[in-house]
């Protein structure tokens, strides 16, 4: 069992920066693929950045190319998102997952652990 606990949500103006993060609790952090996704008001869950086991592949949801940033520590069981230029649409609880393929996917039915999520909100 795999757990997963994300980080460095809160409150920001519109065009603003937030850095969440997200620790795991596993010796094997290195075989997985990473995801983000997020799950506004009234919304169902989206596919929002993922990256390889290795941190050589990244992938992103056309909504957020160019204004975020998935990244990974290997060394510290740490996924990020650097997410910049915040837009009111933005608003959602974030979530971290991950995936024992290790490879990229957007599929939520991929990742096998699931982190419990950080409220990011982005006023107008």
């Known amino acids: 069992q795999v757990q997963l606990v994300e980080s460095g949500g809160g409150s920001v103006q519109g065009g603003g920066s937030l850095k969440l993060s997200c620790v795991a609790s596993?010796?094997?952090?290195?075989?997985?693929?990473l995801g983000w996704f997020r799950q506004g008001p009234g919304k169902e869950q989206e596919f929002v950045a993922a990256?390889?086991?290795?941190?050589?592949?990244?992938d992103y949801a056309d909504s957020v190319k160019g204004r975020f940033t998935i990244s990974r520590d290997n060394a510290k069981n740490t996924v990020f998102l650097q997410m910049n230029s915040l837009r009111p649409e933005d608003t959602a609880v974030y979530y971290c997952?991950?995936?024992?393929?290790?490879?990229?996917?957007?599929?939520?039915?991929?990742?096998?652990?699931w982190g419990q999520g950080t409220q990011v909100t982005v006023s107008s």
């Open positions: 997952a991950a995936d024992s393929t290790g490879g990229l996917s957007r599929e939520t039915h991929r990742y096998d652990f």
């Open positions: 596993t010796r094997t952090f290195n075989t997985y693929a």
């Open positions: 990256i390889n086991w290795g941190g050589s592949a990244r």
